[in-house]
Structure formats: C-alpha cells, structure tokens
C-alpha cells in the first residue's frame, strides 16, 4: 500500500511539472518496466494491472484541463495552416527590402511546420550550431561551461531572420538540449568516448549479472534501472542539472552495490568467506601458518595514510581559499553595483566609492568578466555625462582586460565601439573606422543583437553609406521588431535616402507600435505629400495635431498641405485658430504661411500684422520684409514700401523679384 501511495504521488509529479521531456521520459521508463515485471511476473498481476488503471485515469485527469494537459504541448509546436507568420510572410514578402531574400538562410523542411515560438523549433537550430562548434573543436570540445561564448557565432551559421519571425525568438544558450551533442561540444570526441563506454560498460555488467539475482532484488534493480532510463532519455531533449545528475550516479552506483552485495552473501553461504578467513585467522595446530613482524608494514600504511590526508587536507585548503575569494568578490562587486543604483546627494563619493568596490571585486576575481563588464558600462556612463576622457581610458583598459580573458567576448568589441564613437563625435577625433571595426566583431562574435547593428548604422549614416545604413538597420529591426527606436530609424533612413515606399511602410509600423505618437503621423503625412498623395497626407497631418495641438509644426504642415489643395480658407481658420490659442509662439514659418494666403486674397492689413509679429520674432525673415513691402506698395505708402523692399534686399540679395519692385517704386516717386 505504501508503495502504491508513493508511487502514484511521484506519477502525479511527474504530470505537473508540464514538461514534454519528463512526460516522454515517464513512458519511456514506465513501459519496460512494467513489461519486465510483468514478464517475469515479478510480482502478482493483479497489482500491475491495478497500477497501470490508476496511472492511466491520472493522466486523462490532468489531459482534460487544458492548463494542465501536456498534449497542448505537443500541439503548441505545429505551425497551424493560418497561423500570422504564414500570413505575415506571404502579405509583406514583396514590400520587404531586397536583402531580406538574399541573406536567409535555408531552414530543414521540418521547420515549415514547426512555430517560431515552439522549444521543438529552438532546439533544432540548437543541434545544427552544436555541430558547427564540434567542427571548429571536434577533438577536446570547447570546455565545460563554456557553450555560451560562441554559441551566437555560430548559431548564426545556421540562421537567419526573417520579418516572419516576428523578432529573434531564440534566449542565450549555454548548454545544449542533448546529452550527446552537449558532451561532444564541451568535451570533444574523447570524452563522448569515455561517456559511452561509461554507459555501454555499465549495461554489460548490469546485463551480465541480472539474472543472478534474487527476485526481490531484481524488482529494485528494474526500478533503479527505470530510473537511469528516464534520466538518459530526458537528457536527449534538455541538459542535467547538479541534483538532478547526482542521482543519476547515484542510482548507478546502487545498481552495482545491489550485485555486490548479493555476491558477498552467496559467498558467505556457500563457505567462500570462511575459508579466507582461515588463511588471516591464526591456529593452534599444525596447520597453523608461521606469521611474520607487522610492525615495519604498519609503520608504512601510517606514513601513507598520513601524506594522503595531508595532500588532501592541503588540496580542500586551498579550494576553499578559492570558494572563499569568489564569494567575497560577489559580495564586493554587488554592493559597488547597488551603490550606483541607489540615489544620493553625494554624487562623487558614491561614485569612488562603487568603483572601489567593483575594482576589488575583480581584484579577487579577475577571470569574471561580468564585473568588468558593468564596470565598462559604468565608465561609459560617466564618460557621456562628464565628457571626460578619463573614464574613455578606463573603458578601453577593462575591456581589452576582458579580450585577453575571452578573445571572442562581444560585449568588449561593443564597448571599444562606443568610446570610438565617442571620440569621433564628442572629441572630433579620427576613430570612425576603428568604432566601425569594432562593431563589425561585435556583430561577427554574436549577431542577435540589435543595439550593435543600430550603433554601427548610424556611423554608416552619418558617412552618407545608406546602403548599408539600411542592411544593419534593418538587422536591427528583425531582432526587436516591437521597439520603437528600431522601426522609427528604419523609417528615418529610408526618407533620407527618398525611398518613399519603404518609409511609408516603416513608418506605418511604427504608428501600429504606437499609435498616440504624433511625431509619427506627421512624418507619415509628409511622405504622403512629396507622394502628391494629398487627401491621405491631410488625414494624418490632422492625426497629428489631434494628438499635440501645441505642436506649431503639425499645425504648419496640415495647412500648408490644405493650401496645395486650394483650401485656402479652411488653412486660414486652421492658422488663426491656432494663433488665438498659442499667441505668443515663435514658429514664424506658420505666420508667413498664413501672410501668403492674405497675399492671394489682397488683405494688406493682415499682410502687416502678421509680418511685424514675424519681425518682431525673426529680424532676419527676408520673406517678411519682402510680404511687408509689397503690402505697403498696394496700399500706396511708397516710402515705407521702398524702405522694407531695401531691408529684405540686404537680406536676400539676389532675389530679383524685390529688385524689380524697387525699380517700380523708384519710378513712381
């Protein structure tokens, strides 16, 4: 009965965890075991079949609750026939850029049917980078523990993104989700060696051994065995864990005391026993043998006992001054990192304060890259607020620190990137290329991050290489496609370059990523306009300033773009409406726009009013001068009409159109 109860909770276990591995793991062990014990009829059959009903209506229960159904797991992983990245990448394939067809990658046919977002899909790319790894290390393996740090590299021999993705749906990896390829890329080819014939040994001498065993005795090795089986089958679709992997030893280890100590009780029934002990046993007769001097074979065994202990004592010592230094350097390096979270008025203390601390961190850890690397990310935030080179230096001394650590490290290349960058545009110096190289090994040592691809755009930008301004960006874009930043650059460059198809759709994207952005319809509307697509252009122009009527800008871009229409009168309300509303702004483009529409509709009195304001804004507004003679010319005050005419002039000296007014005026007087 006690077995029953523990077993049956142990099952139901099993089932919440809602794992596929462990479920496939449960059948797997399950099966043999009861076909074994019912085979040899290990125990009575009445209890098995009782036992296998139970296990069944527990695994109907838990498979009706779709909460708690492991089925929906399975099903989860199948891509659906109308599933959105069918659609999205059927309906946005021909507005796409053309790189985004010559840099993918194929996929393995398996992967069509299989969802992005499904671990069956992540674990498959998983397999493909474990083996482009267990090329470039296919004899000792990259080592343990260290998966993480070229695993991006190369899984982005095996992948690339596609807008269907819908952003890079893969986390950081740093073990392989299969016993076999994990041990082959940490350990090379030698110790997947020992590892099987670990295993394979084991079988055999399980094997070898099994039917000597008592009945009670093989039902505990069927249920050990069952549990070795359902480790190594769950091992083929995730990795151990330390508890986990102890148990696996465990249970191997029992198995081989269970023979063992089997074997010591046969020998001691059938007298093998008593007979070597007689051999140790000293007698009183004549078959008693002659015993020699223990004392110099004792003294020995002492002195060996002693130097093992010794060395072994030295050894822990030494390992736990190990344990005790890294443990130290956690506690300095998180202290030094809440420091610089934490707020305070003493600015420069806590800052020499948390540098101290983060600084003796890596004094007593020097191979964690991790302290080095906030420490960089420190330096760098210093060095923007106090535009001190100081902090410049002490980024580049951390993160070559953590190169020769980890050449392959990313966030060093990245890091060197921005003090470059930096440089160049706070220090004017000469060191564009060399940020562009850095981010290039940034992007070489892990691909997927979309912060490297932005930094290294913007360079190529600004050095009017909008090509591959437009490729990183648009890198950037498939990794995040739901950040703002990403798709609103994206939008950006494909304007400066006049591609107007492409920042239209950009650009719509980011009013989908957030629709209460005004700066985002009102960049949309003029893309529509230089589209001449003017009716779609004013619908989001007056998005816009439905959204920020404050903006003056908004307001400028709907009427003017009204005007172009010829719906001079409703721009004209537009204009005054906002004029009553904000009568001190400084935005004289929009007053000049509303003194050209008096200037069609030949209100010289308005036509002054509002240029003085724009004088009184701007002394320096040729167009104000210009609009404020020609008013006074039509209104007859010649003099004052000369007078602004001559002012606009000296602004704007090669505009005939006022020296030919001047000439008119000249001969009325």
């Known amino acids: 009965m006690v077995f029953f109860a523990l077993s049956l909770i142990i099952y139901t276990t099993f089932w919440l965890t809602n794992t596929r591995a462990c479920f496939v793991a449960l059948l797997g062990g399950l099966i043999p075991l009861f076909f074994f014990v019912s085979k040899w009829r290990l125990t009575k059959r009445y209890k098995n079949v009782i036992l296998i009903v139970l296990y069944i ?178 091992n083929e679709f995730s990795f151990g864990n330390t508890p986990i992997v102890m148990l696996f030893w465990i249970m191997m ?125 420190v330096y760098i935030q210093m060095a923007f607020k106090t535009k001190n080179e100081v902090w410049i230096q002490g980024t580049y001394d951390e993160a070559n620190n953590s190169l020769k650590l980890i050449p392959e490290h990313f966030l060093s290349f990245f890091q060197l990137g921005v003090i470059y960058q930096m440089l160049a545009e706070n220090f004017k110096r000469d060191t564009i290329d060399d940020a562009i190289t850095c981010y290039k090994k940034a992007i070489e040592m892990d691909t997927f991050q979309a912060p490297f691809h932005s930094n290294l755009a913007s360079l190529y930008a600004g050095k009017g290489d909008f090509d591959s301004a437009i490729e990183e960006f648009y890198q950037a874009y498939l990794i995040r496609p739901y950040e703002l930043p990403y798709v609103e650059r994206l939008s950006n460059i494909f304007l400066q370059k006049g591609d107007w198809e492409r920042a239209i759709i950009f650009t719509m994207k980011a009013i989908e990523l957030n629709p209460a952005e005004p700066g985002n319809h009102n960049k949309l509307g003029v893309i529509l306009n230089k589209k001449q697509m003017y009716e779609e252009a004013i619908i989001e122009f007056k998005k816009a300033v439905e959204i920020n009527p404050k903006e003056p800008m908004y307001t400028h871009n709907l009427a003017s773009t009204l005007v172009a229409q010829g719906k001079d009168a409703e721009a004209e309300q537009i204009i005054q409406t906002f004029n009553e509303m904000h009568p001190h702004h400084r935005y004289i483009r929009i007053r000049l726009l509303l003194a050209n529409i008096y200037l069609e509709s030949n209100h010289w009195e308005k036509i002054v009013s509002e240029c003085e304001q724009i004088v009184k804004t701007d002394d320096k507004s040729a167009e104000a001068y210009k609009m404020l003679g020609i008013a006074y010319y039509r209104m007859r005050q010649l003099e004052l009409a000369g007078k602004m005419l001559s002012h606009a002039l000296t602004l704007k000296a090669d505009d005939q159109e006022i020296k030919d007014l001047l000439t008119v005026i000249s001969s009325n007087k």
């Open 57 to 234: 209506l527990i695994g109907i229960a838990f498979n009706v609750r779709h909460e708690t159904s492991v089925i929906k797991h399975f099903t989860a992983d199948v891509k659906t026939a109308d599933s959105s990245e069918s659609s999205v990448s059927e309906g946005e394939s021909k507005k796409l850029p053309d790189f985004d067809t010559t840099q993918n990658k194929s996929r393995p046919w398996i992967t069509t049917h299989l969802s992005v977002a499904g671990s069956s899909f992540s674990r498959i790319f998983q397999y493909l980078a474990a083996l482009e790894i267990i090329k470039d290390y296919p004899v000792f393996g990259i080592g343990p523990d260290t998966i993480g740090i070229v695993y991006q590299k190369n899984l982005a021999k095996v992948f690339s993104l596609r807008e269907s993705d819908q952003g890079f749906p893969f986390p950081r990896q740093d073990r392989i989700h299969n016993d076999i390829l994990d041990t082959f890329v940490t350990r090379g080819i030698f110790g997947l060696g020992a590892y099987l014939w670990l295993l394979a040994a084991f079988g055999k001498y399980i094997g070898k051994n099994y039917k000597k065993l008592t009945n009670e005795n093989k039902l505990l090795m069927l249920g050990l065995l069952t549990g070795v089986l359902c480790y190594l089958i769950q």
């Open 253 to 377: 280890g029992l198995c081989i005391s269970i023979i063992k100590i089997q074997e010591r009780e046969e020998w001691v029934i059938t007298g093998k026993f008593r007979k070597d002990a007689k051999l140790q046993s000293p007698g009183n007769g004549k078959n008693q043998n002659a015993q020699t001097p223990a004392f110099a074979i004792s003294r020995i065994s002492n002195f060996y006992r002693g130097l093992c202990c010794g060395t072994v004592l030295t050894v822990l010592g030494f390992i736990l001054i190990f344990v005790i230094r890294v443990y130290r350097a956690d506690a300095y390096f998180e202290c030094g990192r809440r420091i610089f979270g934490s707020e305070g008025e003493n600015a420069h203390g806590k800052v020499e304060k948390g540098l101290y601390l983060m600084k003796h961190a890596i004094h007593l850890n020097p191979y964690e890259t991790f302290y080095r690397d906030e420490l960089c990310r």
